[in-house]
T-cell receptor, first 112, second 113 residues
Framework: DQQVKQNSPSLSVQEGRISILNCDYTNSMFDYFLWYKKYPAEGPTFLISISSIKDKNEDGRFTVFLNKSAKHLSLHIVPSQPGDSAVYFC???????????FGAGTRLAVHP | DGGITQSPKYLFRKEGQNVTLSCEQNLNHDAMYWYRQDPGQGLRLIYYSQIVNDFQKGDIAEGYSVSREKKESFPLTVTSAQKNPTAFYLCASSTGWQGTEAFFGQGTRLTVV
């Protein structure tokens, strides 16, 4: 049973426009959420995170929104750049279990 | 420089053989994790460890074993019981406390020949 779901396997966006990547989770025990970016044959790199006590966190072009009632979070990238093309993973952390669970990832392609 | 190191980067194994993947971190992190990534799929948790001498099974632990004898090291053994071991393996570490991200190694690609 997938506890963290990224239902869109891929997304294509034009350079300069907004990219919106979505993530849903099922376990209400998750209390911290993270987004990672991954290139082929490399380890994921941390992008941005949000605590369950917040509903928004912003870092430059990246903003993460959390809707706890809907158990949904999203990553907004604006403006999108070709260098943003990668696979983006949503992850959820349960402090009670010290366990980090990842979604299946969304492949973002930003084209000129 | 602090970081997390996986070795080797590429590994080939004959069917029926056990093989051990190394993961070392000098970040003084308590928690360490092993994930597996298959083509077109996400990261699936194999094992994780919160402290030395303690570890728990993740979602796909069958056919794998781990040890955590030192804080810095969390080796993963892929045994002959693992039916489909060819994959990209990623090790990560974190402080284990809310509010901090996990750091990943560069991964080991294991191929069974």
């Amino acid at each position: 049973d997938q506890q963290v779901k990224q239902n869109s396997p891929s997304l294509s966006v034009q350079e300069g426009r907004i990219s919106i990547l979505n993530c849903d989770y099922t376990n209400s025990m998750f209390d911290y959420f993270l987004w990672y970016k991954k290139y082929p044959a490399e380890g994921p790199t941390f992008l941005i995170s949000i605590s369950s006590i917040k509903d928004k966190n912003e870092d430059g072009r990246f903003t993460v929104f959390l809707n706890k009632s809907a158990k949904h979070l999203s990553l907004h990238i604006v403006p999108s750049q070709p260098g943003d093309s990668a696979v983006y993973f949503c992850a959820a952390f349960s402090g009670g279990y010290n366990k980090l669970i990842f979604g299946a990832g969304t492949r973002l392609a930003v084209h000129p | 420089d602090g970081g997390i190191t996986q070795s080797p980067k590429y590994l080939f194994r004959k069917e029926g053989q056990n093989v051990t993947l190394s993961c070392e971190q000098n970040l003084n992190h308590d928690a360490m994790y092993w994930y597996r990534q298959d083509p077109g799929q996400g990261l699936r948790l194999i094992y994780y460890s919160q402290i030395v001498n303690d570890f728990q099974k993740g979602d796909i632990a069958e056919g794998y074993s781990v040890s955590r004898e030192k804080k810095e090291s969390f080796p993963l053994t892929v045994t002959s019981a693992q039916k489909n071991p060819t994959a990209f393996y990623l090790c990560a570490s974190s402080t284990g406390w809310q509010g901090t991200e996990a750091f990943f190694g560069q991964g080991t690609r294991l191929t069974v020949v």
